[in-house]
């Protein structure tokens, strides 16, 4: 069973009132409050229905998270919260009050897949203060608390307006989703906006050393973590802490939570300076590719085309991949505009960079595939040259290409039908032009 039918059920059975019975979970294990809290160096919150412990840390404005400060990232995301939307993909824009409250969440859970058998034990959550960063971190003290965990949670959860995770969209909204259903609660965050910078991290910087949140904080932020614990153990801490008792397993989580928070505040606060900029603040043919992109899905065109066009501009060796691409979506964006002349000046340098003629095998293939975009450029110039300029010899010449350059047979087959049109039309105007002569 899926994800999504998982939670389908699950809505059911809480529609019915009915308990959904908790397959292979283990009882709740007696934990010494005052132990996890001396440690952890948290409080207990108190709820409806019992406590969780609540793990509070302040990060002041001229604090170091690897080159930038807290305070340039605050200030970054105060003056470019609009463009949130950007990248969240929501063309209209979503934030609707005058100075929304974004949260950061992350998740650290008992299994890495999700599913039913997942506990999120440790909710963690930040958010900029001003010129601050305070991160709030709600933890399971054991199974049986759940419940309390969760109203706490979603009591914090109505301080915000927008919600900024990476990767939350699949994985930690999921797993927070199954676990309110699970307790026959109501959902605090259904309604509301959710930014995945994954999503808008793979546009941007996808061409990079990775889009793992470890990866782009080294590239992007300068961070280089020393001795933080490897996401693959958290789970197993966990279960050590469960079966002992002893909270101290879990000192080196609660921190790698705090620096993805961290993170993913200050890859967030790069990201909005970086629609605030345009092309004009891109590092870099690649990053300029990858913001087109991000406003071309969001309906931002015009900031799209100059993106593109400042892309196919880059000489850097090593980049004729990158600009290749923006010359193919900055012709698509000119014909769309009617600017066809313009358009065809693309396509044309496509050809010349020869991206037909690439050999070898590089480090990392393009996904456009240098046949498909020469196939498109010729096609399009052969209909630019018969319908828009009348050129028919010319137009004949990329029909000949566009049979070459065919990667199937129905490709092949339609440069054939045009070729052969080009042919008639061609026979016709010569048969036109020797009538003339002879009848003159």
């Not at 003056?79 to 009050?97: D, E, F, K």
Request: net charge positive; with cysteine.
């Amino acid at each position: 069973m899926n994800g999504s039918s998982l939670r389908s059920r699950l809505r059911d059975l809480v529609s019915t009132g009915t308990r959904p019975t908790m397959v292979g979970a283990e009882p709740a294990v007696p934990r010494s409050i005052g132990h996890v809290t001396e440690v952890l160096g948290g409080t207990v919150c108190e709820v409806a229905g019992g406590c969780c412990v609540v793990v509070d840390r302040w990060y002041t404005p001229d604090s170091l998270h690897g080159d930038l400060t807290v305070g340039f990232c605050a200030e970054s995301v105060r003056r470019n919260l609009g463009h949130l939307s950007v990248l969240g993909a929501a063309p209209g824009g979503y934030i609707q009050s005058a100075e929304p409250t974004v949260q950061f969440f992350d998740l650290e859970t008992t299994g890495l897949a999700g599913g039913a058998g997942t506990y999120a034990f440790l909710v963690g959550f930040g958010a900029f203060v001003n010129d601050s960063f305070r991160t709030r971190q709600f933890f399971l003290t054991g199974y049986g608390i759940e419940g309390p965990l969760l109203r706490a949670v979603a009591d914090w959860m109505t301080t915000a307006d927008v919600l900024v995770s990476f990767n939350g969209r699949a994985f930690d909204a999921s797993v927070l989703e199954t676990r309110y259903l699970f307790q026959r609660l109501p959902v605090p965050f259904s309604d509301m906006p959710h930014v995945d910078m994954l999503h808008a991290s793979r546009r941007l910087w996808s061409g990079g050393e990775g889009c793992s949140l470890r990866s782009l904080e080294e590239t992007l932020v300068g961070v280089s973590r020393n001795g933080d614990i490897p996401g693959s153990e958290i789970p197993a801490r966990y279960v050590q802490y469960v079966r002992t008792g002893d909270a101290r397993v879990l000192v080196p989580v609660f921190e790698h939570n705090r620096l993805d928070l961290l993170s993913l505040a200050s890859l967030t606060s790069i990201a909005v300076r970086l629609v605030e900029d345009g092309a004009r603040g891109t590092r870099d043919a690649r990053e300029c590719l990858g913001l087109g992109r991000l406003f071309e899905r969001v309906g931002l065109n015009d900031r799209a085309t100059a993106c593109y066009a400042r892309a196919a501009t880059d000489r850097t060796p090593g980049a004729r991949e990158v600009r290749v691409e923006a010359l193919r979506r900055l012709a698509r964006r000119l014909r769309r505009e009617r600017r066809h002349s313009a358009a065809a000046d693309a396509w044309q340098q496509i050809l010349a960079l020869g991206a037909a003629e690439q050999t070898g095998t590089p480090a990392r293939q393009p996904r456009w595939g240098a046949l498909a975009v020469t196939r498109e450029a010729v096609h399009a110039l052969a209909v630019h040259h018969e319908h828009r300029l009348g050129d028919l010899h010319t137009a004949r010449s990329f029909a000949v290409r566009a049979i070459t350059a065919a990667a199937s047979d129905t490709h092949r087959t339609e440069a054939r039908h045009r070729l052969a049109r080009l042919d008639r039309k061609l026979g016709m105007e010569h048969a036109e032009r020797g009538r003339a002569l002879f009848e003159g």
